[in-house]
């Protein structure tokens, strides 16, 4: 479409992305004026109808939010009501739920790796089709991804919307003997993470570099997944700064920005990211010694010595070593694994409000209910990830399109080769679409 | 049944499509999760459109078209009927597509609110007052139950209809699955509250066997019998808005779990000793308060 010497490229169906979205570019004199990311994925409604619902059911209900993150939502949804009920889950019950998320990153990683994002580094539509000229790779990740749902699996009943987490625990804990022998599986699994890390580290990255704040969840011990306290790495360097969980909305606000429908986060005003790249920015140097090792070896360069990524097309890299860290957190939980005295512990309801916030495979997933006397929930907020990273995305969106249309002068580039990039630029924050649809933008603007 | 000439030319593979409308990705993501026959069967089928899965997008029409999702806008009305013109065979994946959904809980409540609850702009959202299933809107071939369905039984859906005969799926409840399993039935030993007894079979029973009563996510069973059911849930200690919650869920909007749920919180409760029959009917009418009798 060609309006003088102002172009708009609409790309209606994004595609290897979780839920429904599209692009709108536009380009003018050689600039890129405008790059959207449009979500029209249709509205679900969830922080209203978990309005009058009993305290005990957001784990189940808001873990069908996403297909391919339930564990976050349980996990998150569980921290938030403990939060406002006065309870703390820690000790094995703990661990085990470190474990069961170790389980979601490997099998989300996994998918991402090798089903979404490998196909856009060697020019295939999909994995069915890189698996022509890399069958080696993609057997490895799909058997990669089989042992994360197996962890999902045995600790959850099954991988995709686990019955088995409950408020303060579990219904059930596994016994040792259920989860010894996952050990030899996950021991395979640290071979297949390591070539992976190996093989997607030999990739072509296109030159890119991102400037936004990262925001990930941090605690002194480990690198976190499932419990941590928001931090963050300012872009340009600068001390790390943190904030309490309870007052996250205070720092990450969604704003209503006039040109467009869609909801943006601001993380104290500045646009900010969260995810893989986010969480080895602030987190990298916790990881352990192999997963460094892995890193070093990927091209990342040494976190220990303060050293991030800030190349999109390279979170690939990163997601693979947290594949790594992963398969070797889980072992060591199992390794050491001794069954807790009693599932969960006691949840009893009481009015107030509470906080939870778990690093989600593709960031920090956010909740917070209100709740009454009778543990009937009178108010719920979610904040996703994507939702949180739409803002950085465009803007990658735009650096990304303005690239190519650079590369391309004077004639402007092909449609579909912009199509493409378009869609890799999105590809690398591993959007979680069907989670953000409370951001919605659902009109049409018409030109 | 092929024959020796037909086998000598190669027959073009099998179309499949995976559609999404509104859903969690979850259903269709089963189909990623067959880590094992995933390029098998991509050998033997052409997976012609997936957008999750694939950039390629083939135009119809298609052998078998997998819809996940609910009806929830005009857009996706409008898809519903372009995917049954392009599609020889329908099938509806998972609890959203074939029952509406948790989404379809606007069903029970003024939509206009809900909007207003979570989108400070709610003129911008553009959205049906009801969430339904796919089968509301066109003819479909064969419903898969679950939220979200079984990977087995997605495997047998869809090899069923490749090798053109019925699926072998079971529309019996979970407490077969349970009995088979070998489990201690979780309501007879431990009092707790199960929805197993009215639930579709698919999942393997894996609440009872997590130590946990069945929350009825793979929607009703064939001819479920609530009227026996809710008695029970109240005796071990459900109260008649928790009964109500419980049948409101992923499955809210399939007839027979709305039809229980409406009738319980319109005052007709199931666990009043069940009257004589009379001259009026069968029972209380629904605007009788809890517990009336004759």
Known sequence: ?????????????????????????????????EARLRIYEAPRFFEAFLRGRHCTEPPDITARVCGICPVAYQLSACQAVEDACGVTVDGTLAELRRLLYCGEWIESHALHIHLLHAPDFLGCADAVELARSHRV?????LRLKQAGNALVELLGGRSIHPVNVRLGGFHRAPTRAELRPLAERLRRALDDAWETVRWVSGFDFPDAECDEDLLALARPDRYAIEAGTPTVVPAGGGPARSFPVADFTEHVVERQVPHS???????????????????????????SPLALQAAREGGLGD?????ACRNPFRSVVVRAVEVLYAVEEALRIVDGYQPPPRPHVEVPPRAGTGHGATEAPRGLLYHRYTLDAAGLVTDARLVPPTAQNQAAIEEHLRRTAQTRVDAAHPRLPGEAELTAWCERAVRNHDPCISCSAHFLELTVERH | MSTVSEALVPPARPRLAVWKLASCDGCQLTLLDCEDELLALADRVEIAHFFEASSADAPGPYDLSLVEGSVTTP???????????????????????TAGGIQALRNFADVAEFRAAVYARPDYIDTLATSTPVSAHVPVDFELQGCPIDRVQLLEVI????AGRTPGIPDHSVCFECKRRGNVCVTVAHGTPCLGPVTHAGCGALCPSYHRGCYGCFGPSDSPNLRALVPLLRRDGMDREAVVRLLRTFNAYSPAFARASTALEEGEDASAPQPAPTARGDGPGPDEPEGAGP
Not at chain 1, 265 to 281: P, Q
Not at chain 2, 75 to 97: E, F, K, N, P
Not at chain 2, 159 to 162: D, G, W
């Open chain 1, 1 to 33: 479409m060609t309006h003088g010497s102002t172009r708009v490229l609409r790309i209606s169906s994004l595609t290897r992305v979780e839920g429904e979205g599209g692009l709108h570019l536009r380009v003018h004199d050689g600039s890129v004026t």
């Open chain 1, 137 to 141: 790779a993609v057997e490895r990740g």
């Open chain 1, 261 to 287: 429908t869609a909801l943006r986060s601001e993380l104290d005003g500045r646009r900010h990211l969260t995810g893989a790249l986010a969480r080895y920015g602030v987190n990298g140097r916790l990881l």
């Open chain 1, 303 to 307: 976190p220990a010595e303060g050293a």
């Open chain 2, 75 to 97: 857009d996706a009305l409008a898809l519903v009927r372009h995917i049954r013109a392009v599609s020889r065979r329908l099938v509806t994946i998972g609890a959203c597509a």
């Open chain 2, 159 to 162: 090899t069923a209809h490749l």
